[in-house]
């Protein structure tokens, strides 16, 4: 499971982790859960360490053929009741 993907501060170790651990499951068909606020596009920039789009490029090639998308379009409940001026 992998919460809030994305929100991290990149770093060139952190972008190896994460790619080491969704190629590993993608190539032994295992599942993973990933949520995120970002689009595809918003995540590949975010992940881009020295502006190196390749592995972060191929993160979201995999997730895409090995997730199914579901969008959540509801209100944040943690604003229920709160003035947000």
Do not use: Q
């Not at 992940?47 to 997730?63: F, Q």
Request: proline share 1%; hydrophobic share 40%.
């Amino acid at each position: 499971m992998l919460d809030d993907f994305g929100k991290e501060n990149m770093t060139e170790w952190k972008l190896g982790v994460i790619y080491d651990i969704i190629n590993a499951r993608y190539e032994n068909l295992m599942p993973i859960l990933v949520t995120t606020n970002y689009s595809d596009e918003e995540l590949i920039s975010r992940m881009a360490v020295n502006g190196d789009r390749k592995t972060s490029e191929a993160i979201i090639s995999r997730l895409h053929e090995s997730c199914y998308l579901v969008e959540m379009n509801g209100k944040d409940f943690r604003f229920s009741g709160m003035n947000m001026n």
